[in-house]
């Protein structure tokens, strides 16, 4: 199958770091076999519709850029079917196993209930016959709840019991069409799940009803049999002054608080990651020291702006990190790296569209092949094990067995007085940097 929106491009293929040509892989071999697993079954790649191929390439200033041919009419499912097949067209070509949707995404603008439910399972049908015919998957299917003016305050924490309603709707449709496309996972993104000012919020019932909501969204997954993931996708701000899923530490304590902390994952992305005052590593070890690890947007910010910028990632040390991290926690199950990323406006070339994801893929692999290197050298993980290696000792065993008054029993009588110890930062970050 192929259409002529990119009958100039051809098929990315490999063809090694000493290449010139652009339109090729230089790292992501997907065959090359990386601490026993092919690299593709490590990164399982994804491919977003939202930023792809729904963006006009507008922003707060200005009108879009893009003008691809699907843009010409919101309503149109003529144009909705022809972005469908020209986004499946753009999957074989960077041959990438997965991709990733919004309802409102792959079908034509609805107004109501049942407009809504018509043109998606229209799409649904033909998205399945694209599946079929091109070998690609879903990685993970999700609702735009925040976008229609509907949402302005929110779906699940909307002080409108209407709205609610209506965003159960559609994430019920969304979840159950996950599953019959089989869908690895289902993505929650409250991006107005938050409030602007507490003036005029009540916070516990939006909390309670936001928890309330989740649990519904997880009994009907039990109900209908999917055996993916349900992930919720942190996010400390923008568009809302503050959202409730904060940072993963925040995602599980809202977890634990409505007892959903065995049942829900955390996607966690990159520039939200910042956004929050953390690095992306941090968000992926903190998920995994939870138990909630469940899969990444691929993305990066910009350093000099506070906002949101999705830009493609091209940080080799960023990635080296992260990748070490999940590397640690046991690599994804059914999780995966979607590119939630967008192309500059003013890159509105069809062939910028591969440049960034090229360019993005070849990162996340350099980062990937990195990470599997310090973990074959071993003196990273074997340092760090010899700076905790008194909790596996005498003393540390003993006192995992006291209470706090037998612990400070022992440190009288053996009259402890500890002396500092080298964390030796330095060292460590001198033996990341020979590796990147």
């Known amino acids: 199958m192929s259409t002529d929106f990119f ?3 051809p098929q990315i ?5 000493d290449s010139t040509d652009e339109l090729a892989y230089r790292w992501y071999d997907k065959d090359r076999v990386v601490l026993g697993k092919r690299m593709e079954d490590h990164l399982r790649f994804a491919i977003c519709f939202w930023h792809t191929f729904c963006w006009p390439g507008a922003d707060v200033f200005g009108a879009g850029t ?6 010409r009419g919101a309503n149109d499912s003529a ?4 972005k ?4 499946f067209d753009f999957f074989q070509k960077l041959d990438v196993p997965f991709y990733c949707f919004h309802d409102v995404d792959v079908m034509a603008e609805a107004a109501g209930v049942a407009e809504h439910r018509r043109y998606f399972a229209e799409a649904m049908e033909h998205l399945e016959q694209l599946q079929a015919s091109t070998g690609r998957r879903l990685l993970w299917g999700t609702a735009n709840l925040f976008s229609h003016p509907r949402f302005c305050a929110g779906a699940a924490t909307s002080p409108d019991p209407e709205v609610y309603a209506f965003g159960a709707m559609q994430v019920r449709d969304a979840l159950e069409a996950t599953h019959r496309l089989g869908g690895q996972n289902y993505v929650l993104w409250g991006g107005r799940e938050g409030y602007e000012t507490l003036h005029n919020t009540d916070l516990k019932r939006e909390l309670d009803n936001f928890g309330r909501f989740l649990a519904l969204v997880v009994e009907h997954k039990h109900k209908i049999g999917f055996k993916g993931t349900i992930l919720i996708e942190p996010k400390p701000h923008e568009p809302t ?12 304590g809202f977890l634990k608080r409505y007892g959903l902390e065995d049942e829900v994952k955390v996607n966690i992305e990159a520039n939200h990651a910042t956004l929050a005052g953390h690095t992306f590593e941090h968000e992926i070890a903190t998920a995994a020291a939870l138990g909630i690890f469940g899969s990444i947007d691929a993305n990066r910010g910009d350093h000099q702006n506070g906002w949101d910028t999705d830009q493609f990632p091209n940080s080799v040390e960023e990635l080296t990190l992260a990748v070490l991290e999940i590397l640690r926690a046991g690599g994804f199950t059914t999780g995966g790296f979607n590119f939630d990323a967008k192309v500059r406006r003013q890159s509105m070339a069809p062939v910028d569209l591969f440049h960034g994801h090229i360019g993005g893929i070849d990162t996340v692999a350099r980062g990937l092949l990195n990470a599997a290197a310090l973990i074959e050298d071993g003196r990273l993980d074997r340092w760090k094990a010899e700076r905790y290696a008194g909790w596996d000792g005498a003393v540390g065993k003993w006192i995992g067995t006291l209470d706090l008054a037998g612990i400070a029993d022992f440190a009288e009588k053996q009259a402890i007085d500890p002396a500092p110890r080298s964390g030796q930062q330095e ?7 020979r590796f990147i």
């Open 7 to 9: 009958a100039d491009i």
């Open 13 to 17: 293929t490999y063809k090694g770091p």
């Open 66 to 71: 893009f003008n691809r041919p699907w843009h």
């Open 79 to 82: 144009a909705a079917r022809e």
């Open 84 to 87: 469908r097949i020209v986004a």
């Open 241 to 252: 002054k503050h959202q409730y899923d904060f940072d993963t530490a925040t995602v599980y």
């Open 427 to 433: 060292r460590f970050e001198n033996l990341i940097n």
